[in-house]
């Protein structure tokens, strides 16, 4: 126990009309949606970095925030781990997530980077142990280090290549150790400034390459997770090699490993690729390759990823539609990649933040869920594309291009446009929110 939440409950389920903040109006893990109890549809998780290592900086402004664990030494890491593991008691949440570097300082090389990680793995194993919460995925953080700016597995120096395929390596023995269900890799600088001095060709090979290991890695550990890819466009670097979910997919296929990897994906991300956060989650549902998400929002007036809390019920609703289509959650789950903003100073903050992104996701899931069980989405969709289903259609896709000519002909074929409903659709998904 430490004393930085002294005098904040844990959070219980109250309903819609408590008047405590410290409470759930929406989320009760125990509800059963669709056959399945919210909690397991939801699989929260907390992550370790935005909430106990980002001090509250921005492009154009340092630290705001101070906390009692802020420094580079075992005990400031373990005292850390304790706030921690105290925040997922209070909001009672069934995951984490974390990067080596969120819990571990930062030594003078590999080795003791190494060693402070393990016994860091140890320290957390025994919290978890006696109570804490499980491990939805691990990662490695390999772009805020200066010896990253040039990227990790698309870097031009090989040592460079070496170190972070080292640093993986490390953080899928501490992964594996702490049961994690995923192993996610976050390529923030696998991309190019300028083409003036890039071979996109060799940086993209050995990418490949870097996957192709940890998958091989992977299975002589006998990790039983799923790897994970998470697409981000742009930010940080210009010209990012895992733009967006089609884009990670031709990736995998090129080097065989549709099968292997999956994908996380980030709200915030998919506004900057250009995309929605439901586009993503379908597309990853349409190539069979969906894994797990990354749960935050943008501020739409900014032109970068300002990670915030989801409070958009709506925008909600419409992602776990698309994952409730594609079958719901196997090993992923709902990671709350989002901070604080920097003006939030107090310990409450973190609790509440959290408390209400939680109701947010739960009420958008219970939208999603009735939406699908009323079913008239579908059958509008099933609608639109009934001609497909009948046998002289099937047969076409199996036809050629003289063949199908000949019958337009004989049929004289003059297809005449119908409605797609847009309008009367978006009226009906807003009478469920």
């Known amino acids: 126990m430490t004393d930085f939440f002294a005098g904040i409950p844990q959070l219980t389920y109250q309903g819609a009309e408590a008047e405590s903040d410290f409470a759930f109006r929406h989320y009760n893990p125990d509800e059963i949606i669709l056959g399945r109890r919210m909690e397991d549809h939801l699989r929260f998780a907390i992550c370790y970095w935005h909430n106990f290592a980002w001090p509250g900086g921005d492009p154009f402004g340092g630290q705001t925030f101070l906390r009692p664990w802020f420094g580079n030494t075992m005990e ?185 990897v999956k994908v996380n994906i980030e709200q915030g991300h998919a506004i900057l690729a250009g995309h929605s956060f439901e586009h993503e989650i379908a597309t990853a549902a349409a190539l069979g390759v969906f894994g797990s998400i990354d749960m935050n929002r943008n501020d739409y007036q900014s032109g970068w990823d300002t990670d915030q809390f989801p409070n958009n019920t709506p925008e909600v609703a419409l992602a776990y539609y698309e994952i409730l289509r594609a079958g719901g959650f196997t090993s992923g789950g709902t990671n709350f990649d989002a901070k604080l903003r920097r003006q939030s100073l107090d310990a409450e903050d973190l609790i509440l933040a959290h408390a209400g992104a939680m109701d947010v996701c739960a009420r958008g899931l219970k939208a999603a869920a009735a939406m699908l069980e009323d079913g008239r989405l579908e059958a509008a969709r099933g609608t639109r594309y009934a001609g497909w289903d009948k046998p002289e259609a099937q047969a076409m896709l199996a036809s050629d291009l003289d063949s199908i000519t000949a019958d337009v002909i004989a049929r004289g074929v003059d297809p005449q446009p119908h409605s797609g409903k847009q309008e009367k659709l978006e009226n009906l998904v807003n009478r469920f929110m």
Request: hydrophobic letters at 40%; aromatic letters at 12%.
């Open 76 to 260: 400031h890491a373990k005292l850390k781990a304790d706030v921690a593991f105290e925040m997922f008691r209070i909001l009672n949440a069934p995951y984490f997530c974390f990067h080596d570097v969120d819990m571990r300082p930062e030594g003078a090389d590999f080795a003791e980077n190494t060693r402070n990680l393990e016994e860091m793995t140890e320290y957390f194993a025994a919290k978890m142990d006696a109570g804490g919460p499980k491990l939805l995925w691990g990662t490695a953080n390999l772009f805020s280090h200066r010896r990253f700016m040039s990227g990790a597995a698309t870097n031009p120096d090989p040592d460079v290549f070496a170190f972070s395929a080292a640093t993986v390596k490390t953080c899928m023995d501490a992964t594996h150790r702490l049961g994690g269900e995923n192993y996610v890799l976050w390529g923030g600088r696998e991309g190019y400034e300028t083409l003036l001095n890039t071979d996109m060709k060799r940086e993209l090979d050995h990418m490949g390459r870097f996957l192709s290991m940890v998958v091989e890695y992977k299975h002589k550990i006998g990790f039983k997770g799923t790897i994970l890819i998470e697409p981000k466009p742009q930010e940080p670097t210009k010209h990012q090699y895992d733009y967006d979910v089609a884009t990670v997919f031709g990736f995998l296929q090129r080097f065989g490993l549709e099968k292997e």
